[in-house]
């Protein structure tokens, strides 16, 4: 059954109309063209598609899109601010922490939640923060790098 | 020697975006906006989706398939089975003995049997049950070492390929000899962005344009054609973004359905694969039994090495055939080895198939003969690493394959790297710092540190024969460079590589790679085997200097000098008295220059099929790798603490990247040692998730110091050579090592299991 409903995405509201046991993660992509979530499982193993609602993250393919009404979500497509990177898109930009590519907004999600919880994580809090979020290309190393830099940058600002 | 914090000895010309220099990623910028386009982003307004209807058995005939139940429901537009297969029924990356779909019997679980089109991937879901298929479930074939002689799994029989090496004294006998049996469980690549793409059908010339997350478009392409019937030309091959692959996106997967599906329907279809269903749906590592016994002196050199190697391929081909091969040339790993009898097999059976997968072959092995150098160390009371050092190839040295070694072998360089780093002072009580981490559960009393070596080596490229093949095409005009080239981008970096390689020729950063498309230029071949930035790389370097070239000629016209006074060097254009000094992308506008060519590596040659003797390899790769882990002995918890390597690389043409390979090959290698199997039940996979088949997380990564051993390679491109497998080779050998030192067990299987230690 077709359900018509609003999601409020990285600020902008958006009608949708989609049956009422699709993911959040479907309806982002496949309703709402935001494909820069990724489904890498769709079964809540691999983080690939981290969104954040109201701030937490959560694996958007395994929550009811029409759940998330009324709530905040943010997506990797949000993380600029105008035409400014996020620090942590630039530093996992220099650090190499790129590859594939496949897990990085999930990934940024994750940190980005974390960043914001934590401001000045340890660097276990790091690890942990980001243990839902499965890499295979990168062995993890720089995109560690680029949060611990990135939780510094966010550190000395005011 | 470099350690990874230094620069590379390339002499640097400006633009500094050249080789040598860490240079970022064209496509990261797109990756972290969230904006490139993955094979399952792509979208087409008229489009359905696809979806495969597999076999649910390992083993079974299949009596009837009934397909009107799913035509009648509404959103269906096709289904498709061995009956609409208009071209060749079987399909196969070196022998093609894989049915597109499956006819009279399926050979393993998860063996496509019809393909389904529909409005809506719900509408795929309904009709994929609604298909009627009746199996009569005969006995499937599972145990490796008695499938050779087992009822035959498929009509081209039960063994795939035999390979022996008799070289030297076969009778050679040492003073002291050790002996032991190892395993390796099946490992997954395990690449994020599961199997997916799409099959557009052109208006009316019945060609078909499929994009699709690959490793090989050209192979794809003849594949494809021949099941569909087409000529080559009429079906494209466009790689589609691609979220990694590690050998198991070398196989065709869903191509032919996809496009069946499009053909019957005239209308774009997208397939996409689920998690299980990849799991079920592309090639694994070979499981591998490998028998080995070592002979050496008192003095602990190597006298023979004896070893039988059973890999287990699955019901199809595959590239089992470059597998065996590579398990057998590399048994005796990177040692002098005088003599040497090695029997290596892949037999098939009804267990999922094997493929590809970063090292194939010859990271089976590694496991075997490193185990073996560390038994041979204790029986002569040596230290692991002195051993390994005493016995070190160079260059110049016999294989056992009697082909000299005539690259750069830098393998004791590689050991003394990897032994330098300080070793990590011992854990803190933190619970972080525990075997078990999150878990919590370690009891640090019972937690004993061990510290492990290994060393491994393989060839890069093709070997054995196989034309190794590929072609790039540069064009200049206005001072901007467009390059052509259809290797496989997959995640490894060559996007960056080859833009590289054109800035230090041609001395512009204005430099385009088109996306890589059978429609515009021949085969790259395969982004496999380390390969391409060796060869595709300098395909692109040789392109570049050509058009390079006839700038030169252009200019000595234009300043009215001798062609010969005008010299080109990192991209600059000069006569020695100075006339000249120009950028050579700048120097001449409105004129287009262009060359194209095909590049191949120097000839290789079959083994003997007797005594396994030939000159089958171009250049070879190594590394070595130390592990120190904490090992819970009564719980059986392990903790990779740190694993340090010094990896032989030819020249770094992007550190971080090399860097990038290198710690992503080594998360793989503690993979495969510690975690990661896929566990199967007479055929039947019993953990295809990744809540079941367990990946290292950050949390379990080992810190990882890295020396890039920079010894210029002859033939790579400004002196590089492929780095993307060598990772894998020795750091799960070097990691089950450091579990046998901390435990004192013998631990012959990886994975290791926590039950293998706690109840060892
Ligand atoms: S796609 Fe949601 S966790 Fe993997
Ligand atoms: S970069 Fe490929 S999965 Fe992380």
Redesign the pocket.
């Known amino acids: 059954m077709s359900e018509i409903y609003e999601l409020r995405v990285n600020g902008v509201d958006y009608p949708v109309t989609a049956d009422a046991n699709r993911n959040l993660?479907g309806v982002l992509r496949d309703e709402l063209g935001l494909t820069g979530t990724?489904?890498?499982?769709?079964?809540?193993?691999?983080?690939?598609?981290m969104v954040l609602l109201d701030g937490q993250p959560i694996?958007?393919?395994?929550y009811l899109a029409a759940q998330a009404q009324g709530r905040e979500i943010s997506t990797v497509e949000g993380l600029m601010d105008r035409d400014e990177m996020h620090p942590l898109q630039t530093n996992i930009l220099e650090c190499g922490g790129v590859q594939c590519g496949f897990c990085t907004p999930g990934m940024l999600m994750s940190a980005h939640a974390l960043l914001e919880r934590t401001p000045e994580p340890s660097l276990e809090e790091i690890k942990v923060g980001l243990s839902g979020n499965l890499c295979r290309c990168t062995g993890y190393g720089t995109i560690f790098e680029a949060v611990a830099a990135a939780s510094k940058v966010e550190k000395v600002e005011p | 020697m470099t350690d990874t914090s230094a620069g590379s000895t390339t002499t640097i010309n400006p633009p500094a975006t050249g080789v040598g220099n860490s240079v970022d990623r064209p496509d990261a910028s797109a990756k972290v906006l969230g904006s490139f386009e993955f094979s399952n982003d792509l979208n087409h307004e008229r489009m359905l989706w696809g979806a495969t209807i597999r076999s649910p058995h390992p083993s079974a005939r299949i009596v009837s398939i009934n397909v009107a139940p799913a035509l009648a429901i509404p959103g269906v537009a096709a289904v498709v089975t061995h009956h609409d297969v208009p071209g060749s029924p079987v399909y196969g990356l070196i022998s093609h003995d894989q049915p597109v779909f499956a006819s009279d019997v399926v050979r393993y679980q998860g063996e496509p049997v019809a393909a389904v089109a529909a409005d809506h991937p719900d509408t795929c879901r309904r009709a994929m049950v609604a298909v009627e298929v009746v199996y009569e479930v005969t006995e499937p074939v599972v145990d490796l070492l008695t499938a050779a002689t087992a009822k035959p799994v498929h009509p081209d029989g039960n063994v795939v390929r035999r390979v022996p090496i008799r070289f030297g004294d076969v009778d050679a006998v040492g003073d002291i000899v050790v002996e032991g049996t190892y395993e390796m469980g099946m490992q997954d690549q395990a690449f994020m962005g599961p199997e997916s793409g799409m099959a557009v059908p052109a208006a009316g010339d019945g060609s078909i344009d499929l994009y699709v997350a690959t490793q090989w478009l050209h192979e794809d392409r003849d594949q494809v054609a021949d099941c569909l019937g087409l000529a080559r030309d009429d079906v494209r091959i466009h790689l589609a973004g691609t979220g990694g692959a590690f050998g198991a996106r070398e196989d065709v997967s869903f191509h032919v359905h996809a496009c069946l599906l499009a053909q019957h329907t005239n209308r774009p279809v997208k397939m996409q694969y689920r998690r299980d269903e990849s799991f079920l749906g592309h090639v694994h590592r070979h499981p591998a039994h490998m028998t080995y016994r070592h002979h050496a002196t008192n003095d602990g050199r190597l006298v023979k090495v004896e070893c039988d190697i059973v890999l287990d391929g699955g019901a199809y081909a595959s590239s089992s055939f470059a597998v065996c091969g590579n398990a057998a040339r590399f048994a005796a790993g990177p040692y002098k080895v005088p003599n040497a009898v090695v029997n290596a097999s892949v037999v098939r059976t009804n267990n999922p198939p094997c493929g590809a997968m970063r090292g194939f072959g010859a990271v089976q092995v590694c496991f075997g003969h490193e185990a073996q150098m560390d038994k041979l160390a204790a029986a002569l009371d040596m230290d692991p690493l002195e051993i390994r050092l005493l016995n070190a190839l160079e260059t110049g040295d016999r294989l056992i394959t009697g082909q000299i070694l005539d690259g750069v072998a830098p393998v004791r360089e590689c050991i003394e790297a990897a032994a330098a780093f300080p070793l990590p002072p011992i854990s803190g009580n933190d619970v972080f710092d525990q075997p078990g981490g999150a878990g919590r559960t370690a009891d640090p009393l019972a937690v004993r540190r061990g510290v492990g070596f290994a060393v491994g080596f393989k060839n890069a490229a093709f070997a054995e024969g196989f034309v190794d093949d590929t072609h790039a095409r540069c064009r200049l005009e206005n001072g901007q460079v467009t390059l052509w080239c259809a290797a496989a981008e997959v995640g490894q970096g060559f996007v960056t590589i080859v833009r590289q390689i054109a800035v230090s020729t041609l001395g512009t950063d204005r430099v385009e790679l088109m996306r890589a498309s059978t429609a515009d230029i021949g085969s790259a071949g395969s982004t496999s085997a380390s390969r391409q930035t060796y060869m595709s790389g300098a395909a692109v370097l040789k392109a570049c200097e050509e058009v390079a070239e006839q700038v030169r000629l252009a200019i000595a016209a234009t300043h009215d000098v001798a062609p010969e006074l005008v010299t080109i060097e990192g991209g600059r254009a000069r006569t020695i008295d100075g006339r000249v000094d120009v950028i050579v992308a700048d120097a001449i506008a409105d004129v287009r220059f262009e060359a194209e060519l095909r590049h191949m590596h120097r000839e290789t040659y079959p083994l003997d099929e007797e005594t396994g003797q030939g000159d089958c390899d171009v250049t070879w790769i190594f590394a070595a790798h130390r592990a120190v882990v904490d090992v819970d002995v009564e719980l059986g918890l392990v903790k990779v603490v740190e694993v340090t390597t010094g990896q032989d690389v030819g020249v770094a043409l992007n550190p971080l990247h090399v860097i990038g390979q290198i710690e992503g090959g080594i998360s793989q290698g503690v993979g495969l040692a510690v975690m990661e199997e896929i566990i199967t039940d007479v055929g039947l996979v019993r953990n295809p998730s990744f809540t079941d088949y367990l990946l290292p997380t950050m949390v379990d990564m080992p810190d990882v110091r890295i020396t890039l051993i920079e010894q210029p390679e002859e033939g790579g491109p400004f002196g590089a050579k492929g780095v993307g497998e060598t990772p894998s080779l020795s750091s799960t050998p070097a990691v089950a090592a450091a579990v046998r030192a901390a435990t004192g067990l013998e631990l012959t299987r990886v994975p290791i299991k926590p039950q293998d230690i706690a109840l060892g």
Request: aromatic share 0%.
């Open positions: 993660s990724k489904e890498g499982c769709d079964d809540c193993e691999c983080g690939a598609c694996n958007s393919c395994s």
